[in-house]
């Protein structure tokens, strides 16, 4: 099993930054990728940023290139999200989540084992 709980949300005006923080624990040696997804009320959860553990090879959303930063310190066994140039549209619970195996995609929620409960994330107007 492996837990994870997320960190550094909360609210702050367009244009401003966020760090969030995803600390894992348990059988965590075998982690082949962690993820960051988010959730709008009333949409679909969607691909926000992922970076594979070993090698640390990122990918991103076209929505948050250029603005977002993945990042993992494998020592503490804790991923961020470096958020900048935060926008009203980026509003929404954001989910961490840990793919144990190599599995065909990053961007798809059902290819990862494990979540945590969510962090909310609001950009004021």
């Known amino acids: 099993q492996v837990q994870l709980v997320e960190s550094g949300g909360g609210l702050v005006q367009a244009g401003g930054s966020l760090r969030l923080s995803c600390a894992a624990s348990?059988?965590?040696?075998?982690?082949?990728?962690m993820g960051w997804f988010r959730q709008a009320p009333g949409k679909e959860r969607e691909f926000v940023a992922a970076v594979r553990w070993s090698g640390g090879s990122t990918y991103y959303a076209d929505s948050v290139k250029g603005r977002f930063t993945i990042s993992r310190d494998n020592a503490k066994n804790t991923v961020y999200l470096q958020m900048n140039s935060l926008k009203p549209e980026d509003t929404a619970v954001y989910y961490c989540a840990a793919q144990m195996v190599a599995r065909r995609r990053l961007d798809l929620r059902g290819e990862y084992d494990y979540w945590g409960q969510g962090t909310q994330v609001t950009v004021s107007s």
């Open positions: 348990g059988r965590t040696f075998s982690t082949y990728a």
